[in-house]
Nanobody
Framework: QAQLVESGGGLVEPGGSLRLSCVAS????????MYWYRQAPGKERQWVAG????????QYAVSVKGRFTISRDNSKNTVYLQMDSLNAEDTAVYYC?????????WGQGTQVAVSS
């Protein structure tokens, strides 16, 4: 059974930075594409970024491109999301995601709040 555990969220001022982590277990981490999503209050969950299994290719939502960086360490079964130049619109619960065959797995999420 795949498990994903996110951490690193918190309260940050506008313009600040945070790094989220997601530790994976229960599946072959190094052979799977990994994703970050977020869900703001009252809104649908939205895709933020994805990274290839080897970490050599990444894609980003337009709203975060140039400010967020996704990376992974396959030796630690961990995927990261470095978030810079944060603004109020980035306030959300951030989720790690993996799709294995017909199944989709989510972590419990980590809250990010951007406020002065």
């Amino acid at each position: 059974q795949a498990q994903l555990v996110e951490s690193g969220g918190g309260l940050v001022e506008p313009g600040g930075s945070l790094r989220l982590s997601c530790v994976a277990s229960g599946f072959s981490f190094s052979t799977n594409v990994m994703y970050w999503y977020r869900q703001a209050p009252g809104k649908e969950r939205q895709w933020v970024a994805g990274i290839s299994s080897g970490g050599d290719s990444a894609q980003y939502a337009v709203s975060v491109k140039g400010r967020f960086t996704i990376s992974r360490d396959n030796s630690k079964n961990t995927v990261y999301l470095q978030m810079d130049s944060l603004n109020a619109e980035d306030t959300a619960v951030y989720y790690c995601n993996v799709r294995i065959g017909v199944y989709t797995y989510w972590g419990q999420g980590t809250q990010v709040a951007v406020s002065s």
